[in-house]
């Protein structure tokens, strides 16, 4: 409940410009690899393994092989984001 408390309070910087509604898997790509290069926080909205939408606040680490892996909010947990599980992301404003 924290981390919705924490990401719900973070505010949204450059996001991914949809193509035809929805964000091409390309740019979505870029961007989580641009801000793992950078160590910036990203905005990401994704689909769980049970289906459930949910959103979070994730500094990424690594994007390859079909994930992305990103630390949480604390800095101290790094979770494993599948990457066709993510529906949105966006930068963290500083």
């Known amino acids: 409940m924290r981390a919705g408390d924490r990401a719900g309070a973070a505010r949204r910087g450059s996001t991914v410009r949809p193509e035809r509604g929805r964000p091409s898997a390309e740019a979505t790509l870029q961007l989580l690899r641009d801000a ?12 769980d393994s049970h289906g459930v939408a949910t959103q979070r606040v994730v500094r990424p680490v690594r994007v ?5 892996q990103g630390l949480d909010q604390t800095g101290e947990h790094i979770g494993n984001y599948p990457l066709h599980r993510i529906t949105s992301a966006a930068l963290v404003e500083d």
Not at 36 to 47: C, D, E, I, K, Y
Not at 64 to 68: K, N, T
């Open 36 to 47: 793992a290069q950078q160590r910036r926080s990203v905005w990401l909205g994704f689909v």
């Open 64 to 68: 390859g092989s079909g994930v992305l």
